[in-house]
């Protein structure tokens, strides 16, 4: 239950954020803007506590460890790979334009259109 009231109270700061960032405006944008960040720290503060946040915040954190372990390709390796994308895309489309103008001799044939 006490989860619960947490998230309640960390959307309700959200919402309180946005409600004063709208009731404002006739204040400076930069004040507002700052104003709506500080808010919004704090909701995320509160949402923190909760078990929930707890998780979502160990999530992040493992997937931050496996982002690391990724072996990245060098850049000989992407340029390969970037070319080959390029080619196949170049040759996929020569190949389908040709079945497009074939396809249009095709029913342009069957239609009594073409000669």
Known sequence: MGDKIKLYAAVGVIVLALVGFYYFEDQSALVRVVGLLAMMGV???IAMQATQGRAVWGFIKE??????KVVWP???ETTQATMMVLVMVVLIGIFLWMLDMFLG???KLLTGQGG
Request: aromatic content about 6%; cysteine-free; charged content about 35%.
């Open 105 to 107: 001799w095709a029913v």
């Open 43 to 45: 909701s995320l503060a």
């Open 74 to 76: 060098n850049r000989k």
């Open 63 to 68: 997937s931050r460890n496996e982002l690391r």
